[in-house]
């Protein structure tokens, strides 16, 4: 069999304009390997993330030489649960009649995303019938998440019915992507002991080096423009959820109210206005701690290198469940990352291996103020970890090594 007698569909909700980072990697991951020759056609849903671009597009559209297909469904703006439960459903059942019903001349490979929640087992069923292999993305891990965020009850019956669906779907996949060696144990344990965990290849998210460099707050109209330059910035940029616990971060910005240590959160989601009152009661919002929204996408190569120190957090329990893409992003920027984890987590392992910044545990606030002090007081460390960050970085987290990575995968 030659390469094109062989065609991919990618599966995913979110794709360009999307502006959630799944359907940031994904656009790229698309365009990486049709670049590469991979006969790639993407499958995807109407924009419909909270911050994107929500203006409905064409049905069949080319993305910098990818054809894109989107479903004619309604889609609703994800401005809560209840939406994305709507969505997520509709997307789904959709997908799987569309495969279902599908024709093709070539021999056909899906890949798709964990996301939505219960794609993974529509997409195993619909290629069980037609008899196609298929490539399981593990961005985030279910039922894991829902049972860790208390939406569903660990051990009940939509728990143990959902993990053995689940694990169907990691035992029949040709091939298992997953984030981190955390992640990686948490699926094998997952899949049960048939599994073969040889199957699960790591391969990380990534950043645009050219897009992200690291810049001076001196030189940066985004840190002029918000009074950043002359005081220890802290940035925190990207989704505000559940899963990630900035309230620690708040509550260690109430130990510097008094000096010349500043906040700035970046962002919106579902957890935003809890934070925001956290902030109001502690008396810090507006002076110790700034909340913007989402910078416009042109803005982020200012606003994401306008700070000295870089946030990444995850909620506890959250180990192997996902890995943060806004590391690669944090460490990009050529600053020391603050990591908000557990110490066996795979970002602060990442932190760690490469002395890229200091990694505090959730709900630590002594931690952080003493991490946050002694970076203040030492400029050389601050040098130091970024430049060992920025150098990590472009060795092993940028946008051409992981997709080359995917492209000899999917090749083999």
Known sequence: ???????????????HPDTASTGQLITDLAVGLRDRGLDLRVLTSQPNYHSGDNEK???????????????????LRQSSLVRRLFNWGIF?????????????DKEREVVFVSNPPFLPVAMWLVCRIRGWDYTYIVHDLYPDQPVELDYIVENGVIDRVWHVMNRRAFLAAKHIVALGPVMKERISRNAGPKFDESKVKIIHNWEDEEFIQPMEKEDNWFSEEHGLVDQFTILYSGNIADFHDLETLVEAAAEFEDEDVGFLIIGEGDNKSNIVSLAEELDIKGDTVEFLPYQPWD???????????S???????FEGICVSSKLYTAMATGEPVLTIAQPDDDESRIVEQFDAGIHVSQGDVDGIVDAIERWKSTPELVEKQGKNAREAFEENFTVDESIDDYYQMLTE
């Open 1 to 15: 069999m030659t390469d094109s007698d062989k065609e991919f569909l990618l599966i995913t909700e979110y794709f």
């Open 92 to 104: 789904t059942v959709w997908m799987f009649f569309v495969l279902l019903i599908s024709q093709t």
């Open 299 to 309: 803005d982020l190569p200012y606003s994401l290198t306008s700070a000295d120190v």
């Open 311 to 317: 946030v990444v957090t995850v909620k506890e329990g």
């Open 57 to 75: 597009q064409p049905q069949n559209t080319v993305h910098e030489g990818v054809p894109v297909k989107r479903i004619r469904a309604p889609q």
